[in-house]
């Protein structure tokens, strides 16, 4: 889809904010786990995503931005990452890893088929920028996967 | 899972609260549509989850209720309904009566699941009464599915 610069800043705003909040609900998580590693890669996120979806509303101004509907931007459960309870209350570290990583996984998408689709080159610019960004939390989520026994 | 009735209370309104921030979400979009027929079918539902959270709400009363995390009573998203692009702003009606009867199936389970856990007599009670609640308006959905082009 060929965003226009409001449309793309109002996505990417939307779910740097989204993912703020799971990051910290994942960190508050982990921290009941006696996990503080997790919870800490989980409150760096938590910054990241704070420090990022700032600066897209600062880049946004005064541009009037388009509201969006909550599934564009929400996360999907962690019911979809193999769950049979989607309604229990623990996650595991290796679950609340994985539930962020295909979060990540998907933003990473969104970004990188905004900019296929761009006809905006400065849509374009920011929506690789941003592609590369969630490839790399994406890896960061990796390696602490890997680092963690499945459970 | 056996729920204490504050545990059990306390996920019945999250899930009725999100319901009818999702069903009022999807009747506009309908509307959008030029599908009243639809729209209406939605408001009702808002109607009905906004009563049903609110008794609820008095019938809990004082009780101190646990705070719950959000993979515990958000709806999934439309795009584990189906679809290629979850980001997408447009639901057809089909597709938006599929992703709330997929929800509602999902709190019937939830219901059914608390019911037959349940060691309080007064929880297993009311997880019947609103699993069956539930069950009807998943069969409302289907009459509305059935009478809907899927496109």
Known sequence: MAYSMGEFLAHAIAM???AAERYLELADMMEAHN??????LFRDMVRYSTMHGDSIVARAGSMELPKLRSWQYRWIAPTEVGEEDGFDYRLKP??????????EQRAAEFYQAAADAASDPEVRKLALEFAAEERE???ALDRKLAATLRS
């Not at 996990?35 to 800490?40: A, I, K, P, Q, R």
Request: no cysteine; charged share 25%.
């Open 16 to 18: 740097e904010r989204e």
């Open 35 to 40: 996990n503080l590693e997790v919870s800490g």
């Open 94 to 103: 290796y679950q609340a890893l994985e539930y962020a990583r295909v979060n």
């Open 137 to 139: 939390h994406t890896a």
